[in-house]
């Protein structure tokens, strides 16, 4: 029987791993190739977690969101250019596309004003600056919407689509 941990901070890694009831040697028997000292060494930052690593907590835990994690926060490129997805509800998700789309509707003849010349001039960068928020909308709302899936495939509730 493992220890129960008292660490204040612990990392994504350990408290996903305890959220899903597992001491540090179940989920050594759970993931290929891991052990309990490594699966330590990797929630108490002794050693550098590898995208294969995450790639494999993530199937095997069932959560697909330590992609993201790691992408967005720890991986220095996805640090600059990935995109931070929540979990969230189908409907929520829903309504959050909807309402950016609402509003690059709106906006779409304004970037077709903007970017007619190949560039953007400073009268016009305060529009575009919107408008691209709106499109960051959308982009974080596929996001969203494609870790939603992945989690409904992994939690067996949907099939994983053919391509």
Known sequence: MGRRSTKE??????????????????????????????????????????????????EYYKTPSLCNYYCAEECPIGQIHALRTESKELGQIAVETLNALNKMNQSKDRLLEIVEDGRVRPDEYSDFVEIKAVLDKIALSVSNLQLWVNEQIALGKMEKPKQ
């Open 9 to 58: 901070n612990k990392t994504i890694w350990q408290t996903t791993r305890e959220s899903l009831g597992l001491t540090r040697e179940k989920a050594g028997e759970l993931i290929p190739g891991f052990s309990p000292e490594r699966i330590e060494k990797i929630e108490n930052g002794r050693t550098q977690i590898q995208p294969e690593d995450v790639l494999l907590m993530a």
